[in-house]
T-cell receptor, first 113, second 116 residues
Framework: KNQVEQSPQSLIILEGKNCTLQ??????????LRWYKQDTGRGPVSLTI?????NTKSNGRYTATLDADTKQSSLHITASQLSDSASYIC????????????FGTGTLLAVQP | GAVVSQHPSRVICKSGTSVKIECRSL??????MFWYRQFPKKSLMLMAT?????????EQGVEKDKFLINHASLTLSTLTVTSAHPEDSSFYIC????????????FGPGTRLTVL
């Protein structure tokens, strides 16, 4: 069964600190893995997309890693800001004709002053 | 990326009425749009794939007669929730497929539907 699991479910950190969010997946065939940021009451916004051959990709203070062998990904946030408070969703695109997206349940991050 | 808008952003309706939600691709001609539903603290669930000029493809368990989808142009898809009930209250999000190598999807801001 295609599944995407994220941990932790929620996280509270102080402003300025770093954090790392985890994503494990069992999706086959694998096409690519995406991290999205979803603010409360808003649609998801893409942070990074990585294919099988990409190990790391950065977008400003966000750095995603991918280990296709262990089927794990992480999203590292550096020097957190209050505006980073949101839900971070790991999404894996299943290959094939449909290119269906398999969504994780997200990690709810709260950055406190 | 593509800019996607939704209207309305929030809607409250009485049980039994129908509600139409619009999804517009503002700067991109989208042959394919997707409709998702998200319940509180849950992940997005794909409801249907909307194809311009043809019938939508619904996911298993989604009633096509209850959730009517029309994709009449390359920039507009509509989702009509017919005879809405309280259990239909949810956050409805549309997305546009870029057609790029990554087949990236760009999401709209969502519509919060509350059925009383």
């Amino acid at each position: 069964k295609n599944q995407v699991e994220q941990s932790p479910q929620s996280l509270i950190i102080l402003e300025g600190k770093n954090c790392t969010l985890q994503c494990n997946y069992t999706v086959s065939p694998f096409s690519n893995l995406r991290w999205y940021k979803q603010d409360t009451g808003r649609g998801p916004v893409s942070l990074t997309i990585m294919t099988f051959s990409e190990n790391t990709k950065s977008n400003g203070r966000y750095t995603a890693t991918l280990d296709a062998d262990t089927k794990q990904s992480s999203l590292h946030i550096t020097a957190s800001q209050l505006s980073d408070s949101a839900s971070y969703i790991c999404v894996v695109s299943a290959g094939g004709a449909t290119n269906k997206l398999i969504f994780g349940t997200g990690t709810l991050l709260a950055v406190q002053p | 990326g593509a800019v996607v808008s939704q209207h309305p952003s929030r809607v409250i309706c009485k049980s039994g009425t129908s509600v139409k939600i619009e999804c517009r691709s503002l700067d991109f001609q989208a042959t394919t749009m997707f409709w998702y539903r998200q319940f509180p603290k849950k992940s997005l669930m794909l409801m249907a794939t909307s194809n311009e000029g043809s019938k939508a493809t619904y996911e298993q368990g989604v009633e096509k007669d209850k959730f009517l989808i029309n994709h009449a142009s390359l920039t507009l898809s509509t989702l009509t929730v017919t005879s809405a009930h309280p259990e239909d209250s949810s956050f409805y999000i549309c997305s546009v497929a870029s057609g790029s190598h990554y087949n990236e999807q760009f999401f709209g801001p969502g519509t919060r539907l509350t059925v009383l």
